[in-house]
């Protein structure tokens, strides 16, 4: 055992905080949460006091040695309690997570959810512009036919489906290698889990504003539809659904990318949608997904094709998406009750 982990053994041993611990010793909070993630050596005065505090000694602080053989030789720390969490039968299992490994995971979660909400927000505002021309041309307010204003507004829409496609899967790569965190049942070195839920405290305000704005966003988007419908005027109508794109859009930013990085903390403290059982149910949820949106991407360019004007098929993605929460949330219900069983 190192240093690290000791401070840990022992301070839990006592049943205190880091704020406890931190108070016995006359220093701040951050500095025993250094010390127990690995982060900094304490100085030997703090080493001193802790070995009075635990009464322990100092070589047993400072070497770094096997304390359950230490117990069963009858050593001079044998009066060191040795709990369940070290015996071979009930030692943690699972993978090994390092803080690297985890300071890693959480810094490129963060940058990646910048780049994945704006890829998305581009799709989804994407038809702004061809919803637009097409307007526009069928109130005669450009020189445009509007088979001519739908394909000047289809490639201003891949001009921005693409790269936003291309980037979506190029920062999913990124994230590939830390796969095994969402997946597999974890393991964190010493002080590690403390450090993340400090992280995860500190980001919830931030998180909560996000997830506030982002549902004031899209229920004030509505509004502009509503004003259109009251006066009904061909400019007031048509930029009333690029509003409504773009707020919506804005609000998806808001919730994927406070939604990630609160996720990455969820993930290594394997807390929520991520705890060890669910992590079960994600393998078979992930299935689903994937097979169920295949579905209604088929159907809906089968429809989009198969009708004159293609009018109708955009109904199919708000449908689809209300009746996959919906399935989603029965899917889930199915899978946990079969876990628990």
């Known amino acids: 055992m190192i240093l690290a982990e ?3 053994k022992l301070r839990k041993g006592r049943g205190w905080s880091q704020e406890e611990l931190a108070e016995q010793l006359d220093i701040s909070r951050q500095s025993v949460s250094k010390w127990e993630g690995g982060l900094s050596v304490p100085e030997l005065d703090k080493i001193i006091r802790m070995s009075e505090i635990f009464g322990v000694t100092t070589d047993y ?3 770094e040695e096997d304390l359950n053989r230490e117990w069963e030789a009858g050593g001079e720390n044998k009066h060191i309690p040795v709990d369940d969490h070290h015996n071979k039968e009930n030692q943690p299992t699972g993978r ?8 890693n995971f959480m810094e490129v979660t963060k940058k990646v959810s910048r780049w994945i909400a704006l890829s998305v927000f581009m799709c989804i505002i994407s038809p ?4 637009a021309l097409s307007g526009l041309s069928e109130y005669g307010m450009i020189p445009l036919t509007e088979d001519m204003a739908a394909s000047v507004g289809m490639v201003i829409l891949l001009v921005f489906v693409a790269p936003a496609v291309a980037v979506m899967v190029f920062q999913g790569l990124r994230l590939s290698k830390y796969e095994y965190i969402e997946k597999e049942t974890l393991f964190l070195e010493a002080g590690i889990a403390e450090q993340v839920k400090e992280k995860e405290e500190i980001f919830e305000s931030s998180f909560r504003t996000g997830v506030m704005i982002g549902i004031f966003l899209c229920i004030g988007g509505v509004i502009p539809v509503f004003v259109a419908g009251i006066f009904e005027t061909p400019v007031l109508a048509i930029s009333s659904i690029g509003i409504l794109l773009f707020l919506v859009a804005c609000s998806v930013y808001l919730f994927i990318r406070v939604g990630m990085i609160k996720g990455s903390y969820q993930k290594l403290l394997q807390e929520g949608d991520y705890s060890e059982k669910n992590k079960k149910a994600s393998k078979i949820l992930t299935v689903f997904s994937g097979v169920y949106w295949c579905a209604v991407t088929a159907v ?3 429809v989009f094709f198969r009708t004159e004007d293609g009018k109708g ?3 199919i993605w708000p449908v689809a998406g209300v009746l996959f929460a919906a399935l989603y949330l029965l899917v ?4 946990t009750a079969r876990e628990e069983k």
């Open 128 to 131: 702004i512009c061809m919803i």
């Open 300 to 302: 809906f360019l089968t």
């Open 6 to 8: 000791k401070i840990v």
């Open 61 to 63: 602080l400072l070497k």
């Open 96 to 103: 090994h997570v390092s803080l690297e490994e985890a300071e």
């Open 332 to 335: 889930k219900g199915i899978v």
């Open 313 to 315: 098929a955009g109904l």
